[in-house]
């Protein structure tokens, strides 16, 4: 079975610290993987995409790595800001005939000011 | 460039009731979704379109869910008759194939459902 886990599902950090959150998968045949944020009530917004052919995607203070040997993808965020505190989930798509995502349960950043 | 745009943003009813979602994704874009969000989970598939044709629709529990994208642009959702357990987000998603490959998906700011 497909599955992805998140950890932690929930984190508090001071404003300005770097962190990490983690994304692993079951099944290392992916076909991409994207992480998105999403704030209370909100929709989802998409922060980066990375197709089974990379090991790295960035925007920003955001940094997004792939080892999919492992099952893994760590979200990197740079000196973070009160405004990034949001739950973070990643989605990963298999299979190039749907591109349809399975998410993880997502890890809650909460930034202290 | 416009999002995906989604109403109602959010839908009260009883249960037994019947209900109805509108999207309209973005321009150019073949490929639409329909996501349930349950509270504290991550999204979860219900019905993929390519242009008015259903891709996949192997989790929609079709004895209550309908969904139709006619003219392959907007699409709706329905819930005939509604069950507590139907209580969520539907988010609906867009993407489009770039190069032969699937591009990221953008999503809709969501309808909240709250069956009574």
């Known amino acids: 079975k497909q599955e992805v886990t998140q950890i932690p599902a929930a984190l508090s950090v001071p404003e300005g610290e770097n962190l990490v959150l983690n994304c692993s998968f079951t099944?290392?045949?992916?076909?991409?993987l994207q992480w998105f944020r999403q704030d209370p009530g909100k929709g989802l917004t998409s922060l980066l995409l990375?197709?089974?052919?990379?090991r790295e995607q960035t925007s920003g203070r955001l940094n997004a790595s792939l080892d999919k040997s492992s099952g893994r993808s760590t979200l990197y965020i740079a000196a973070s800001q009160p405004g990034d505190s949001a739950t973070y989930l990643c989605a990963v798509a298999y299979g190039g005939a749907t591109n349809k995502l399975i998410f993880g349960t997502g890890t809650l950043l909460a930034v202290q000011p | 460039e416009a999002g995906v745009a989604q109403s109602p943003r959010y839908k009260i009813i009883e249960k037994r009731q019947s209900v109805a979602f509108w999207c309209n994704p973005i321009?150019?874009?073949?490929?639409l979704y329909w996501y349930q969000q349950i509270l504290g989970q991550g999204p979860k598939l219900l019905i993929q379109?390519?242009?008015?044709?259903?891709?996949?629709d192997s989790q929609l529990p079709k004895d209550r869910f309908s969904a139709e994208r006619l003219k392959g642009v907007d699409s709706t959702l329905k819930i005939q008759p509604a069950k507590l357990e139907d209580s969520a987000v539907y988010l609906c998603?867009?993407?489009?194939?770039?190069?032969?490959?699937?591009?990221?998906?953008?999503f809709g700011p969501g309808t909240r459902l709250t069956v009574l």
């Open positions: 990375i197709q089974s052919s990379q």
């Open positions: 379109f390519q242009n008015n044709g259903v891709v996949d």
């Open positions: 321009s150019g874009h073949a490929t």
């Open positions: 099944d290392s045949a992916i076909y991409n």
């Open positions: 998603a867009s993407t489009q194939l770039r190069g032969g490959r699937y591009n990221e998906q953008f």
